[in-house]
């Protein structure tokens, strides 16, 4: 027991947690998931140019093949255990300390408290909240990022025109996608600070029609607004498109382990 009574939830404040309320503060991080159903999302996959985001890679973190790739997800996620939101991710592909493919998160943003906590205090996943809008009603799919309100920093857009065959993004998007995160707690003095490669996953569950996947490729493109020093997503430079898609699916997200820790 945690709180004197017996009312206690997975994350503080305990008698009201933010998430996991039906779960108890003792519950294994690898057992709690967070579910999704009837999500829309649009993302672009890049040539990374410059070294800027080399230097944002935690160490023993390498990328995947000859050159850095990244990329990014703009997602509309209607319901969720955490609630509504929308979301932005930012993506470099990269080697993990076991030599596998995942994708280390540097910058994500979400429009939901709970979505923002859940995140950081499980995963590591470093969320921020901001003003994201998903635009799926035209020809052409747009997601775009505020922060603060006004500023836009980031767009990104497809326009959808041949459904995805086979196995076009599974080499990319494996079933499930590994993610990794930097979990930080600073030390206060009489007690050890934990700093943590976190190992997470995103397991897509595509939506179906006349049996083949709901995910269409077409052209695409990312664009970065004004250069922010307090959210520095345009660090993650486009060189050229590989890849832009936008996809129906169902979901889900857990942690699978601790990679690495880091003496404070």
């Known amino acids: 027991m945690v709180l004197q009574g017996n009312e206690e939830g997975f994350s503080p404040p305990f008698d009201s947690s933010i998430y996991g309320a039906s779960y108890s503060p003792s519950t294994p991080g690898t057992e709690y998931a967070i579910e999704y159903s009837d999500c829309k999302a649009l993302g672009v996959m890049f040539n990374v140019e410059g070294e800027e985001a080399m230097d944002i890679l935690p160490e023993g973190v390498e990328p995947y093949g000859q050159s850095l790739q990244g990329g990014v997800l703009v997602a509309r996620y209607p319901h969720s255990t955490v609630g509504e939101y929308n979301e932005v991710i930012c993506m470099l592909q990269v080697e993990d300390l076991d030599g596998e493919m995942a994708y280390y998160i540097p910058y994500i943003y979400v429009t939901n408290d709970s979505a923002m906590a859940a995140g950081r205090e499980l995963a590591g996943a470093p969320k921020k909240i901001a003003d994201i809008e998903f635009d ?21 857009t497809v326009k959808p ?29 009489g007690s050890d600070g934990c700093t943590q490669l976190v190992k997470w996953y995103a397991d897509f569950d ?15 493109s990312v664009s970065y607004g004004t250069e922010s020093a307090v959210d520095p997503v345009h660090k993650l430079a486009v060189d050229d ?4 898609i936008y996809a129906e699916f169902d979901l889900e997200l857990g942690v699978t382990e601790i990679q690495k820790e880091w003496e404070l």
């Open 136 to 156: 799926d009603t035209g020809s052409v799919y747009s997601g775009t990022m505020e922060r603060p309100t006004g500023q836009n920093l980031l767009t990104a």
């Open 161 to 189: 025109e041949q459904r995805v065959q086979g196995g076009m993004i599974d080499a990319m998007m494996p079933k499930p996608t590994p993610l990794l995160s930097i979990r930080h707690l600073p030390p206060i003095e």
């Open 206 to 220: 595509y939506h179906e029609s006349d049996g083949e996947r709901d995910m269409w490729y077409g052209p695409g």
């Open 241 to 244: 498109t590989m890849l832009s």
